[in-house]
């Protein structure tokens, strides 16, 4: 028996109770819940997959940005986001240099670096 049937071009595990999909298009992604029903919005990039209540999401503008579990983006749109690394801050991308943020509260970087490691 299916949990959701086969009507998506790809399929991810679930991940905090929310699984990535290919949508028949095959020029978008989106989300499912437990029940298969969609949830979210559709982005042209393969989002990853939920860690810690966020995933990495790309719109068509070709920027992407973290959204917590109600699909609500919760940083700015860079050209990059690695995700999120420890104590809330995320490292993005923009005009080719690298930089760090904090989800709450504040702290981080400017884009200013060639490269940051986690």
């Known amino acids: 028996?299916?949990?959701?049937?086969?009507?998506?071009?790809?399929?991810?595990?679930?991940?905090?109770?929310?699984g990535c999909v290919g949508l028949p298009d095959g020029k978008h992604f989106s989300f499912v819940n437990a029940e298969g029903a969609l949830v979210g919005s559709q982005w042209t990039k393969q989002p990853t997959p939920f860690s810690g209540g966020y995933a990495v999401v790309c719109g068509d503008s070709g920027k992407m940005t973290l959204v917590d579990t109600q699909f609500?983006?919760?940083?700015?749109?860079?050209?990059?986001?690695?995700?999120?690394?420890?104590?809330?801050?995320?490292?993005?991308?923009?005009?080719?240099?690298?930089g760090a943020s904090k989800l709450e509260g504040t702290?981080?970087?400017?884009?200013?670096?060639?490269?940051?490691?986690?």
């Open 107 to 118: 702290g981080g970087t400017s884009a200013a670096y060639d490269r940051l490691y986690k």
């Open 72 to 98: 609500t983006a919760v940083t700015s749109e860079y050209d990059e986001v690695v995700g999120l690394f420890s104590d809330g801050y995320y490292i993005f991308r923009e005009d080719g240099k690298y």
């Open 1 to 18: 028996k299916y949990t959701v049937n086969p009507m998506y071009k790809s399929a991810m595990d679930y991940s905090e109770e929310f």
